[in-house]
């Protein structure tokens, strides 16, 4: 079975500052995807990042990077120059390629910009 | 980018009622869909795995009987709640999968289900 653990339930940070977001999961899979998804407050799911677990290479998107330890399992989001409207719930994702290739959520964690 | 539309948005009905949700993928073909459900301040729990032509794949502990899936063509798949109570209350979310190696996973903006 595939795991997904989200250990912080919140966080704050000032606008402009970089945040790290953790995220650790397991499964006996070789091949397999994460993600992290962004939900606003208006509640739609919004992919900020994908990783291939085949690729050694870290992710980035913009101000978006992950932090990618394969061995240890382990997948942490850093939002660089943080913004108010990076204020939403962010949720880790994890996804097996073959058989059903469901989604298997984390908890999820709120984070909060102020200004 | 890829569309995924869901509708109603917020649905309130009354007890013993059935009611149904629409997802359509809306510049895509979408083979497989996937319903889930979120309750407040709680992660996205998956409810089935919906592919077009054929049953639904439901996960452990969900009703078939009482959350019926519909995947008749590549651009629609329905949920219809039926003989909602209020404990069905809560925000349903679709997901559509796509892309050029169909890895990505679409959502639809979800729908708030009150059940009163």
């Known amino acids: 079975a595939q795991t997904v653990t989200q250990s912080q339930p919140e966080m704050s940070v000032q606008e402009a500052e970089t945040v790290t977001l953790s995220c650790t999961y397991d499964t006996s899979e070789n091949n397999y995807y994460l993600f992290w998804y962004k939900q606003p407050p208006s509640r739609q799911m919004i992919l900020v990042i994908r990783?291939?677990?085949?690729?050694?290479q870290n992710a980035t998107e913009n101000r978006f990077s992950v932090n990618f330890q394969k061995a240890a399992k382990s997948f942490s989001l850093k939002i660089s120059d943080s913004q108010l409207g990076d204020t939403a719930m962010y949720f880790c994702a994890l996804k097996t390629q073959g058989g059903s290739e469901k989604l298997v959520f984390g908890k999820g964690m709120k984070l909060t910009v102020n200004p | 980018g890829a569309v995924v539309s869901q509708h109603p948005s917020r649905v309130i009905c009354k007890s013993g009622t059935s009611v149904k949700i629409e997802c359509r993928s809306l510049d895509f073909q979408a083979t497989t869909m996937f319903w889930y459900r979120q309750f407040p301040k709680k992660s996205l729990m998956l409810m089935a795995t919906?592919?077009?032509?054929?049953?639904?794949?439901?996960e452990q502990g969900v009703e078939k009987d009482k959350f019926l899936i519909n995947h008749a063509s590549l651009t629609l798949s329905t949920l219809t709640v039926t003989s909602a109570h209020p404990e069905d209350s809560s925000f349903y979310i679709c997901?559509?999968?796509?892309?050029?190696?169909?890895?990505?996973?679409?959502f639809g903006s979800g729908t708030q289900l009150s059940v009163l």
């Open positions: 919906s592919n077009e032509g054929s049953k639904a794949t439901y």
């Open positions: 990783q291939e677990a085949y690729k050694q």
């Open positions: 997901s559509a999968k796509g892309g050029a190696k169909n890895e990505k996973l679409f």
